[in-house]
């Protein structure tokens, strides 16, 4: 399980044989905010450099489970990046916005791969297309006024995946 949080990035599994969570982190003050603020029953980091996550602990399943809920239960923002950025700088938020940015793209693959039955072409999620000059921007459905820059004109047309082309 990965869970990208306000306070930190894990990786949680459960090893074979073993009783214990292994919480795996790329930056040992993940699990040092970890600890103080949600899990104090973590163990000490262990440090592991050669490995694809460098510093790791270990809690039982029920403390864990229990973090994650006090963690889930916390939330008090309206915009998780921008908490993030709040909290941990922008190198952090970059990174999550990263991630964020390879799953919106998941997405747009995923559903340009279903087929869409005739009847509902029409009924296709539209784009919205900014020009200026000749250049094109492309804006999500869900983009608000405000992010239009001024002197642009917005043009409105089916996706990419909505028709097929001529």
């Keep these: 399980m990965w869970i990208f949080s306000k306070i930190g990035f894990y990786s949680a599994v459960q090893k074979p044989d073993s009783p214990v969570i292994t919480i795996r982190a ?6 040092d905010r970890l600890r103080e603020m949600y899990l104090p029953n973590l163990s000490p980091n262990a440090s592991q450099p050669d490995t694809d ?9 029920e403390d864990w489970a229990n ?13 998780f990046k921008s908490e993030v950025m709040r909290l941990q700088g922008s190198a952090r938020m970059d990174a999550y916005h990263n991630v964020w940015e390879a799953l919106l793209d998941l997405q747009e693959t995923e559903e340009s791969a279903r087929p869409v039955p005739a009847r509902q072409k029409m009924a296709t999620p539209l784009d919205v297309e900014l020009d ?14 405000s992010q239009i820059p001024e002197g642009r004109r917005a043009v409105i047309s089916p996706t990419k995946n909505a028709m097929p082309k001529r």
Excluded: E
Excluded at 53 to 61: G, I, L
Excluded at 132 to 145: E, I
């Design 26 to 31: 790329r930056v040992t003050q993940d699990l």
């Design 132 to 145: 200026q000059g000749g250049s094109t921007k492309r804006v999500r459905p869900s983009a608000k006024k």
């Design 67 to 79: 973090a994650v809920a006090a963690m889930a239960r916390d939330i008090d923002y309206s915009n």
């Design 53 to 61: 996550y460098p510093v790791r602990a270990y809690a039982t399943p």
